[in-house]
């Protein structure tokens, strides 16, 4: 069934300032208002996007004592879907169709996702993400085993500080900011995971049992750092990197182990801008290094790949008009 896995999301940024708040002050027919020589912020634009996404969360369990690698690798990953953002209000939607590559011969897989970002006033920066996948195929060099009743869950995200305020982060993640001129920014971050996985397998592979409930809890400090690099007006080319370390603990069947935790992640966007029409893709590699026991070391990545088409178009006049009763009834300038 081809829209069996959906993904569904509603942001609403209500905790500590509206949904339609903006920071510059503007009159409603401006298509965008610079506050600053090196950020542009666009007002009263509905910005509507389409993207295909491939985003997975793997496992590689590496056994010391007989020195066997099990590449633990969900069935299904691709998805496409759309997304609407006015101001600080974004709806989302996608489904992992049948004819993608990736989602063929994947009977009884499912796949849940959910990637949500926020931010409190200029400097502050939330992400939570979520991983539900059922169906998995585990390698290693004598095996390739499907196992469909196998199951993880991970939730988590992390909590963010932007040190230069000239740097845009907004102009990687939604587009509805603009880096005018180039900039880069130290970005630290405390990152932290819980994982819950369930081998179903009755089997022994490759003559071992590997632990088959797992469930672990990851905490790391992770410096970040960014570069917005704008050789013209109409690109936009970013890098940034990180590097932390942290501790996580680890629940199997055996035992229950406190060990060291690194954790290393790359990310890159490139964008083309032409007023209102838009472009562009996104990359990001998160690693997670750590032991679950004596024996076992857990290498646990999520890759993450969006390339997007998108729009901006002004806003009716009446959605314009509910965004500043709004916020004039919530005491906010818009």
């Known amino acids: 069934m081809m829209f069996k896995d959906i993904h569904i999301s509603l942001l609403l940024f209500l905790a500590t300032w509206s949904v339609f708040a903006q920071n510059e002050n503007t009159d409603n027919d401006s298509i965008f208002n610079t506050q600053s020589t090196y950020i542009r912020h666009y007002k009263n634009r509905i910005h509507a996007k389409i993207y295909y996404i491939n985003t997975s969360n793997s496992l590689a ?5 007989s020195r066997i690698k099990l590449d633990l690798n969900a069935n299904k990953e691709s998805r496409i879907g759309g997304s609407i953002l006015f101001r600080k209000l974004a709806i989302s939607y996608s489904y992992a169709p049948k004819f993608l590559n990736a989602n063929r011969n994947n009977d009884g897989a499912k796949l849940y996702t959910l990637n949500l970002r926020g931010y ?4 502050w920066m939330q992400t939570l993400k979520l991983y539900q996948e059922k ?11 499907y196992l469909p009743e196998t199951e993880s869950f991970k939730i988590g995200g992390s909590t ?27 970005i630290p971050s405390i990152t932290y995971f819980y994982t819950d996985f369930n081998l179903k397998h009755d089997e022994t592979i490759s003559n071992r049992t590997i632990e088959k409930h797992y469930k672990s809890f990851d905490l790391a400090f992770s ?19 990180s590097a932390g370390i942290g501790l996580n603990y680890s629940i199997t069947n055996s035992s229950n182990v406190t060990t060291l935790l690194t954790e290393l992640s790359f990310k890159g966007t490139f964008s083309y ?21 004596r024996s076992y070391y857990v ?8 390339v997007f088409i998108g729009y ?4 009716p006049q009446k959605v314009i008009e509910t965004a500043d009763e709004f916020n004039d009834k919530l005491n906010i300038k818009s």
């Open 120 to 123: 409190y006033k200029q400097h």
């Open 135 to 145: 169906g998995f195929y585990i390698k290693n060099a004598n095996q390739s085993i």
């Open 299 to 306: 290498t646990d990545t999520i890759p993450y790949l969006q």
């Open 223 to 241: 410096p970040n750092y960014y570069y917005n690099f704008v050789p013209n007006e109409k690109l936009l080319i970013s890098v940034g990197a």
């Open 160 to 186: 963010s500080y932007i040190l230069n305020p000239n740097f845009s982060y907004r102009a990687l993640s939604s587009q509805n900011e603009k880096q005018l001129k180039s900039v880069g920014s130290f």
């Open 273 to 293: 801008d032409l007023t209102n029409l838009f472009v562009g893709a996104h990359f990001n590699y998160l690693f997670l290094n750590h032991s679950t026991s």
């Open 312 to 315: 901006r178009f002004k806003a």
């Open 61 to 65: 369990i590496n056994d010391r004592d």
